[in-house]
Every structure is written in C-alpha cells, then in structure tokens.
C-alpha cells in the first residue's frame, strides 16, 4: 500500500510537476504575451502619435488652404477692380487718342497747301482738303491709286516727267522743286513741291508730298523780269550814250573849268551804270539763274583796268593805292564776277578809308587756289556788327552816312557772287585800324 | 578820200550820237538799223571800218560777220554790244572781230581810242 501510496503520491508529485511545468510554461507564455503586448502598446502608442502629428498637420493645412482660399478670393475681387479701372482707362485713353487723331486730321486737312502721303510704291494714302481743292480730285475716291496717275507732272512746255524723275528714290531725302501739275480737268498750273521720306524708325514707310500753287509767284516773277528787262533797255541805252559822249568830250581840248565837270559827269554817269549793273546782277543772283563762264583770265590785267576805274575817285579823296600780282598770273574762272567781287571790294575800301589812308590789294597764288586780300586802313567794322556783313543792306553804324553814298548791296552780292565762283570770302576788320578781305577761289 | 565808218545799230539814238561823236573826225559816217541793211550797204561799199551791233531785227550781227567772210570782204569790225555772255563773244572772236565793247561794260576810255586807230 505504501508503495502503491507512495506510487500514488509519486504519480501526485510527477503530476504536480507537470502542472507546475506547465504552469510555468503558460506564465512564460504570458511574459511573453504580455510583452508583446507592451511592445503593440507601444507600436499603437506611436502610431497614435504619428496619427496626431499628420492630423495637426492636416489641421494647418487645412487653414493654410483657408487663408489661401481668402486671398484669392481678395485676389479676384482686385482684379475685377482692375480691369474695370483698365477698361475705363482704355476707354478715356482711346477717346483721348480720338480726339488727337481727329485734330491731327484736322490740321492735316486743313494745311493751306496740297498734301499726300504715299506708301513706298507711290499709291495714295492720305491726301487734304487743299489737294482737292487745288486739283479737283475727291481724295477718298484716290486712295490707294499710284500718285503719279492721280497727278502727272508736267514740265512748263506741258511735256509729262516720267515718274522716275519725281519718286523719292532707294537714298531718299528730302527735296524741292518747281513744276507743274495737271488737274482733273487736263488744265496745269505751276507748283512748287516738297516731297520728304516718312520713317517710322529706320522704316521707310512712303512719302509725303506737300504743294503749293505759285501762279501768282510767278506772274510776279514774270512782272519783275519785265520790269528789269525795261530797266536795263530804257536806263542802260540811254546811259551808255551819255556815257560815251562824255568820255568822247574828255578827249576834246576844254578849258580846265570844263575839263573837270566833264570829268565829273562822266564818272557819275559810270557810277550810276554800276549801280544799275549791280541791281540786275543781283536781281539775276536771286532768281538763280547765274551760272558761272569759265575763261582764262590774265589777273593783272584785269586788276589795273578795275583799279583804274577807281582812280579818280581815289586821287580827290587823297589815297594811295598799291597794287601786287605775280606777272603773266593766269587763272580760270568767270571774268565778270570776279571783276564784280575785285570792284565792291575795292570800291569799298576806298569808301570808308579817310584822306591819306592806304588801299592795298595783292594777289598770291597758293597750292591750289588764289589768294586776293583787299586791305585797306579804314575806319574799320565794329566787332558787334561784323557777323551782319553779308546782310544786305547792311551799313556799318561807325560811318557817318553823308561821307560816302552807300546802298548796302555791295558786300551782300560779293558773298553771293564768291559762292558761284566756288570761293570763299573772309575779312578782318579793327575799328580805326581797317579791314582786310581776302578772296580765296580755285585756281 | 574820207575814211568811211558804217554804224550798224538798231538803236536809233545811240547810232545818230556815235555819228555824231565821230563827225570831228572829219570822215563820212553811214548808218544802218538792221543786219539786211547793213549787208546791202557792204555790198555796194566796204567801209573802212564797221561798228556793228549783235541784237539786231531782221539779221544779226553774227549774220553780217558771216557775210564779210563769206564774201572775204576787207573790212575791220568792232562789235558795240550789249552782250556780255562768253559765248557771244568767242563766236564773234571767231569770226575775226577786231574788238568788242560790251556797251554796258565801263571802258569807255577804251573805246574812242580803239575806233581812232582806224581813222587814222
């Protein structure tokens, strides 16, 4: 019994063992459970955070959206403000423009003379109410037209001038002229036209034509040309034959009374000649129709017969005169201008050069050109007044009027002349001390 | 004989003062007013010295040159012209002119001297 006690509390124990082990094991499990446990805690823990963290997140985002959201909602609301500001500012501004536009039109319209603006290729664009008035053309009606079949020019034989002559060509510049145009009724009258290159930038756009109507210009002209054409006949015929009666008589054995008014007579008629050479000389100068005739001139011979001519004007007002030129000088040039530049100068010189005064004028050939100074020791031109010497007209203020006649259209055509010769003109002057012109022209 | 002097000038009053002027000189003075004029006058006469205009009606003055040479006609010629252009006055050059005054121009000192070498 015993044993099979003792077996039986052997078999308790053995199963108390178990139980115990596996107790054990099931509290060993349970450690490990609830460390897994703990571990998941954590895990869910984190996660919580994190869930938290991205949520906050979203929390901000959310509001950044919404202030976002704000402003552009500002946003719109300032740009439809703006844009209806722009559009009426557009509008103000486009009708401002208008009526830029229209009063440029205006003007534009309302130039007294004709004007006509053409693209490159020489076909209407614009034309003024004096375009059609002057031409009987509606200038609506032309747009788009070649300008040169809308007006042909004609010459003042009636001859048309091809349209190469009158287009603005590929260096275009501005330029004038005088010629004449056909209206819409085949009649033609004289204009004098300026036709100018219109740029935007550095674009050649077209031209723009402005004309005026010169018929009475020209019938001025014509009357003036009359008038100096009578002046020449009628003054000069009967001058030159008291000029030569005069200069007969001198010949004549006269009393020495008689010798001296003769004498007189006889240079104030030449004055007088000079005087009226001298108008229609610049009467010519003005028109511009003075060309230049080239010829050999032998320079000292010309200077004894100019100074001559002066001689006995400058022997009663007691002045010496000294002439200098390099013999045999030859140059080419137009004898009669030059003759007229040596003249006024000299004449002057001698005008405005008090008793016993020096007038000297000498002649140096240089590289290429000559050099003439015509120096005398007058009384000189003031400083102030020295730039209005080719003025004409102009009389120096420091000459007392009653001591020589003067017109002041001596110096006005020397310059003129000198231009036409191809030379150029200077002076010095000191008041008191004299002046010295020198005439440079090529040689 | 009497030196003759032919005075072709349309301008009646400057053509009646030089034969005026030069009647001193104790010579015979015709005048003609026009270039056909003064052809016929050559033609039945050569004068000894013709003073001859350029602007004149009917023929002008290069026309009466043109006659003396073609006719080589020895006659000296001096022009009295109111013509100051060089080409008038190389054409007259040409034609063998013996002067040429420019009526206009201021040598009248000249001129009376030139006319007397031929008188003499």
Redesign the interface.
């Not at chain 1, 000029?243 to 007969?248: K, N």
């Not at chain 2, 100051?84 to 080409?87: C, I, L, P, Q, R």
């Not at chain 2, 201021?106 to 000192?109: K, Y």
């Given at each position: 019994m015993r044993k099979t006690i003792h077996s039986a509390s052997d078999g308790i124990a053995l199963k108390l063992k178990i139980l115990a082990k596996e107790k054990e094991d099931v509290r060993r499990k349970l450690v490990v459970t609830a460390k897994k446990l703990r571990l998941k805690a954590r895990q869910l823990a984190a996660t919580a955070r994190e869930k938290e963290v991205v949520r906050r997140k979203l929390v901000v985002t959310a509001r950044e959206k919404e202030n976002v959201r704000r402003k552009l909602v500002i946003t719109a609301d300032e740009l439809r403000m703006s844009r209806k500001t722009l559009e009426k500012k557009v509008l103000e501004r486009t009708k401002d423009l208008e009526k830029v536009r229209a009063k440029d039109e205006a003007i534009l319209a309302s130039i007294g003379e004709g004007l006509v603006a053409t693209d490159k290729n020489g076909r209407i664009l614009l034309v003024n109410k004096a375009f059609e008035r002057l031409l009987g053309w509606k200038g609506e009606k032309r747009k788009g037209k070649l300008l040169s079949e809308v007006i042909p020019i004609i010459d003042a034989n009636g001859k048309t001038i091809p349209e190469s002559e009158r287009a603005v060509t590929k260096t275009p510049k501005e330029r004038s002229m005088t010629t004449y145009y056909k209206r819409k009724n085949g009649t033609s009258f004289p204009v004098a036209v300026t036709v100018a290159p219109i740029y935007i930038g550095k674009e050649l756009i077209g031209t723009v034509t402005v004309f005026r109507d010169i018929t009475k210009e020209k019938e001025i002209e014509k009357a003036r040309s009359e008038f100096m054409s009578i002046a020449?006949h009628q003054l000069?015929?009967?001058l030159?034959?008291i000029?030569?009666?005069?200069?007969?008589l001198?010949?004549e054995k006269l009393t020495e009374e008689q010798t001296k008014l003769v004498k007189t007579a006889?240079e104030t008629s030449?004055n007088m000649?000079?005087t009226?050479?001298r108008m229609l000389m610049i009467s010519h100068l003005e028109e511009d129709g003075m060309e230049p005739?080239l010829?050999q001139v032998i320079l000292q011979k010309e200077l004894e017969?100019i100074t001559r001519?002066h001689d006995a004007h400058r022997q009663r007002s007691g002045l010496e005169l000294a002439l200098q030129c390099p013999q045999d000088l030859m140059v080419r040039t137009d004898k009669?201008l030059l003759i007229e530049i040596l003249d006024n100068l000299l004449s002057n010189a001698l005008k405005y050069t008090p008793r016993g005064g020096k007038v000297r004028m000498s002649v140096t050939k240089e590289k290429e050109s000559i050099r003439i100074d015509v120096a005398d020791t007058g009384y000189g031109i003031p400083q102030e007044e020295q730039k209005r010497i080719p003025e004409k007209f102009f009389r120096a203020s420091n000459v007392d009027s009653p001591v020589e006649a003067g017109t002041g259209i001596g110096l006005y055509m020397v310059y003129n002349i000198v231009r036409l010769i191809g030379g150029t003109i200077s002076f010095v002057s000191q008041e008191n001390k004299g002046t010295t012109f020198t005439l440079l022209f090529p040689s | 004989m009497k030196k003759h002097v032919l005075i072709a000038e349309d301008?009646t009053?400057?053509a009646d003062?030089?034969a005026n002027?030069l009647s001193k000189y104790n010579i015979r003075v015709t005048i003609t007013y026009n270039g056909k004029e003064t052809v016929e006058a050559l033609g039945e006469e050569v004068p000894d010295l013709l003073l001859l205009d350029i602007l004149m009606p009917v023929l002008d003055g290069h026309g009466v040159m043109k006659f003396i040479r073609e006719k080589s006609l020895e006659c000296p010629v001096i022009v009295l012209s109111?013509l100051?252009?060089?080409?008038t006055m190389d054409k007259c050059k040409e034609m063998k002119a013996q002067n040429y005054f420019v009526?206009?121009d201021?040598?009248?000192?000249d001129?009376?001297p030139a006319i007397e070498g031929y008188l003499r």
């Open positions: 020449s000069r015929t009967p030159t034959a000029r030569w009666v005069l200069s007969s001198k010949r006889h030449m000649a000079s009226i050479r005739e010829e017969k001519l009669q | 301008d009053a400057l003062l030089m002027v109111n100051s252009d060089k080409e009526k206009n201021l040598d009248d000192d001129l009376w």
